[in-house]
């Protein structure tokens, strides 16, 4: 079943970027005065159309008629069903731009493309899969799947496998008539029945994305400031690098909003790349006597609120515009937008 519909009771957003794109297209059709000139502005600006199509234990994201991204919330793919994750993701002309570690033994199995998790939730691994009985973040329902966008009831499973912290998952898709495609997160957690910590560890959450390896093997960074590093705080970070002769960049933007913005980052060659909330400093080691300082703790009867976007582009950060999509997406930070 293709569900479609409106996503503007849900994502402000939708309508405004609606508007902007309408507007443009206005703007730009006066200009042009041949039937020539208005067929082309007309498919040059052509909003791109977002499909989401539910399965059984996914739901398959098509643009434009092709298929862009699978979510996995429940299904067995290659492994039992631990946590949700994003996998195949791929530009418009159907690069792979993400890898699945679990397809490709002995690598890290638990890092499937782009995911949500982190090492030690009140003692939970919500990273690694060695745990046993394994944490999971159990699917609860779908609060609504609309055209462009989704929300998901998640509750997050303590060491024991019993329930521990809730999780509202709202994602949107948008679609760029250059090619380029981003995924916004919104992520509220509220703990169950005690206070959650997420405890500085060494695998760092929250969001986590793992690029294609001919990206991730020579890896051209870039921050929010201009520098060619993700070694300081910075609101977002690009990394770029070629795939097969092109050039192709994923970025993560940190919303204005969320706790402890901006972030340091784990980002470097042959690694994921993720915002880290919990280091202290860019220097920081495993041992640091302060090393506690950079636990996260969420409340009883609290919601904290995280917003994500992650945009997948071609060529590298300036050609991507990465700069003008991060303005984009904070001028709508608010937590109502998801």
Known sequence: MRVTGSCRSQISICRALRCVA??????????????????????????????????????????????FTTYHFADDFILPAVRPFFYPVLAANGTEMTIDHAQHPPLHAYQRSVWVGAGDVNGADHWKFKAMPIPKQRHIKFDYIHEGCFQEELLWEDAQGAPMLNETRSIQFLAYPD?????????????????????????????????NPQIAGNPVFTADNG??????????????????????????????????????????????????????RPDSKNDDPDRAAGDFI?????????????????????????????????????????
């Open 227 to 280: 520098a060619k590093e993700c070694t300081h705080h910075a609101s977002w970070c690009d990394e770029s690098g070629q795939i097969n002769g092109q050039i192709y960049g994923i970025a993560i933007f940190d919303a204005a909003s969320n706790p402890r913005n901006p972030p340091l980052w784990h980002a470097g060659r042959d690694q994921r790349l993720a915002t880290d909330i919990f280091l202290l």
């Open 22 to 67: 309408f507007g443009l297209t206005a703007i730009c059709l006066c200009m042009a005065t041949a039937p020539d000139a208005h067929n082309n502005v007309r498919a040059a600006l052509r909003s791109p159309q977002i499909s989401l199509i539910p399965r059984e234990k996914s739901i398959d994201v098509d643009i434009d008629g092709k298929i």
């Open 179 to 211: 090619g380029a495609r981003q995924i916004n997160f919104g992520l509220a957690f509220t703990p169950i029945d005690k206070d959650v910590t997420f405890f500085n560890h060494g695998d760092h959450g929250i969001l986590s994305v793992r690029p």
């Open 298 to 338: 969420i409340k009883m009867e609290h919601t904290v609120v995280f917003r994500y976007g992650m945009l997948f582009h071609s060529g590298n950060a300036d050609a991507g515009k990465v700069k003008e999509r991060y303005a984009e997406f904070t001028a709508n930070d608010t937590t109502s937008n998801l």
